[in-house]
């Protein structure tokens, strides 16, 4: 089998990064560019909620990923499984959602969401983009 010598590009798919990096570099092979964000669901009072008995479809994290189906696509997503009230979500297309804009729409979800009526209106959002452990 021959071999070419690749002389042009960089192991970076999308974007123009070049040379050593001073960053993590997140690079999505196939697909859409996506945005990542880490979602603590918490109330009022800053007191973080546990959040790993509201996933049917009448509940708190169900009403959380509608919310953020109204400007992205949810591409994938996770909830903690313990009590840190922790979803990681990825969502395109990029740029749809900003920490500030994305938490200030969960918040607005208020303090009775969902069958067991969570408080949502303290949660807080911050890119996390994507590790693998």
């Known amino acids: 089998m021959a071999d070419v010598t690749r002389v042009n590009g960089n192991a970076k798919a999308q974007g123009s990064a070049a040379g050593a990096i001073t960053a993590d570099e997140l690079v999505i092979a196939n697909g859409p560019e996506l945005d990542f964000f880490k979602i603590i669901v918490t109330n009022g ?10 996933l049917d479809a009448a509940e708190s994290v169900v009403a959380i990923m509608q919310a953020i189906g109204t400007k992205a696509t949810v591409e994938m997503y996770q ?35 969902g069958a067991n009526t969570v408080d949502v209106s303290g949660t807080a959002v911050t890119t996390s983009g994507l590790e693998f452990v």
């Open 79 to 113: 909830v903690e499984g313990d009590a840190t009230g922790q979803i990681s979500v990825a969502v395109y297309p990029a740029g749809a959602w900003t920490t500030s804009t994305l938490q200030t729409a969960i918040r607005a979800l208020g303090g009775s969401v």
């Open 45 to 54: 009072s800053s007191e973080v909620i546990d959040i790993r008995n509201e």
